[in-house]
């Protein structure tokens, strides 16, 4: 039994609104891990109180926890802080609802519970977060945790922060029965700028290359920290996402035994489709293909291509002590740091080497590139190793040539 405030809407409230104050009985019912059986006490001293509830769990036992007439409330009744850990458990594939599971990545699940964070810090602004329920939220609440996000975030973030928020409490209504409405049902999303897609030519490209031989390889950060980001296999890695246009992951983990060559003689890699087997409910594990171009293919001889390497030994020759994580990190931001020292104006990152793979790619197969690229998952999946996407591959084989 508690002391509840109507206007704070708050259990054992310190607020002075006392002729807004009531006894509050919440009874969990035996057998289920959160459902409860609430009523608001008409008594207004203690002693009286505790007999009305008593009198009320009495009664609910006779009716096996069926809702008393008139309706009561009813349903899961979470604070702010139980709901977002509720909302972490299911993301994590913990809760007890295992046909619900989600396959989801650390990162994304990470991403929703941080602007779950975001909104409770706004929540403490004007609440006592953690007495504060869930169901208590307002569209005040949400006006303020807006315009908060909107100082906060760029147009694309904050949208991304806005709809994590709505399929929180989708989920607390969805799957955990929770009776009210979603504040965040209805907002006015951000307009988001349209990007410039940025690519290398042939010359940016290899200036970035000679710059890995010839400029300082110390990177001050802003702590005053010297950082050395030259590794030896560096020009090798920036060539090789330049040849694939592939993914970081996927360029990193290429190993000798992906390549294949078909019937007419063209070479290719196909290696798992890392990002759409992630996302991939029905666990169908899909391919992509790497169309070694001629081009690449001089590239791949330079590696020892023709020396019978091992199977399992990776394309690209770096440390493999390292984790994956750390070859990807190191490659991100030592790109960035050699085309500032090589004087690219324009602001590209090591992305734009896939971007720039592409719109070669494009201007060889027009529509068809996408199949290859594997950008959308409408576009892939319908296809697993199939003969269409093959004779594509071997088409990018024969005629694209990046820089033309």
């Known amino acids: ?57 009495v009664e609910l036992k006779q009716r096996n926890y069926e809702p008393l007439e008139p309706a009561k409330e009813t349903g899961n009744d979470y604070s702010v802080i139980g709901a977002i850990l509720k909302f972490n458990q299911y993301l994590s594939g913990h809760s007890d609802y295992a046909h619900l599971k989600k396959d989801l990545t650390d990162a994304y699940r990470e991403e929703l519970i941080r602007y779950c964070r975001y909104f409770a810090d706004s929540l403490k602004e004007n609440h006592q977060i953690e007495r504060m329920r869930i169901v208590n939220v307002s569209k005040r609440d949400v006006a303020n945790f807006y315009l908060r996000m909107e100082k906060r975030f760029h147009p694309k973030s904050f949208n991304k922060c806005l709809a994590g928020l709505k399929y929180f409490f989708s989920f607390l209504i969805r799957v955990e029965e929770i009776e009210m409405k979603n504040p965040f049902e209805h907002y006015e999303p951000k307009a988001v700028p349209a990007t410039k897609i940025e690519t290398l030519t042939k010359e940016e490209f290899i200036s970035i290359l000679e710059a890995v031989d010839s400029c300082d390889p110390f990177q001050v950060l802003g702590t005053g920290e010297k950082k050395n980001m030259y590794f030896p296999w560096l020009k090798q890695a920036f060539k090789l996402f330049l040849f694939t246009g592939g993914r970081r992951e996927e360029v990193i983990q290429l190993k000798w035994g992906d390549l294949l060559t078909t019937e007419s003689g063209t070479k290719l890699f196909i290696t798992d489709n890392l990002k759409l087997n992630r996302n991939n409910r029905i666990k169908q594990q899909r391919k992509k293909v790497f169309p070694v171009t ?24 770096t440390d493999r002590s390292q984790n994956i994580q750390t070859i990807m990190d190191r490659t991100t931001k030592a790109f960035t740091h050699y085309a500032a020292s090589a004087g690219i104006k324009k602001k590209v990152t090591l992305k734009n080497l896939r971007k720039t793979y592409i719109t070669w790619m494009n201007r060889a197969m027009g529509l068809e590139t996408g199949k290859l690229t594997s950008q959308t998952v409408g576009v892939m999946k319908d296809y697993y190793l199939d003969p269409k996407i093959v004779a594509l591959a071997e088409k990018g084989a024969r005629e694209v040539k990046i820089f033309g």
């Open 1 to 57: 039994m508690k002391v509840f405030c109507r206007r704070c809407r708050i259990d054992n409230p310190n607020c002075d609104h006392t002729n807004r104050k009531v006894y509050r009985i919440r009874v969990h019912i035996p057998g289920s891990d959160k459902s409860v059986r609430i009523k608001t006490l008409t008594a207004d001293n203690y002693e009286a109180a505790v007999a009305e509830a008593i009198a009320f769990k």
């Open 294 to 317: 001629p081009d690449f293919e001089e590239f791949l001889i330079e590696l020892g291509m023709n020396e019978n390497p091992d199977p399992d030994s990776y394309v690209l020759p």
